[in-house]
């Protein structure tokens, strides 16, 4: 099906994860170790509680470190973006 409309993956095609950036977080060892856990830290206060990202994660591609989201698709075929 795919081969009749051209879209066939040919050897040397890469798939690969863009980067949706977040703020950096600057938190103390034991604020990250709660949120680790799942738990937000009882000291912050609600607008710090606004603030904060506690879903982003660090990840490194080339060398690089990132701090956000990875913008990639499970079991799609994309030709343009």
């Known amino acids: ?12 095609q890469i798939v ?3 980067f949706v950036k977040s703020p950096k977080q ?7 170790k709660e949120i680790k856990s799942g738990k937000t830290p ?3 206060s609600t607008s710090k509680k ?3 990202d506690t879903d982003a994660r660090w990840t490194m591609k080339a060398s690089e ?8 698709l499970k079991s799609k075929l994309i030709t343009n973006y």
Do not use: C, I, P, T
């Open 65 to 72: 470190r990132h701090f956000g989201y990875k913008n990639h």
């Open 50 to 52: 606004h603030q904060k």
């Open 16 to 18: 690969d994860a863009s």
């Open 1 to 12: 099906m795919l081969v009749g409309e051209g879209l066939l993956a040919h050897k040397g």
């Open 26 to 32: 600057h938190n103390h060892r034991k604020e990250n």
């Open 42 to 44: 009882e000291e912050w």
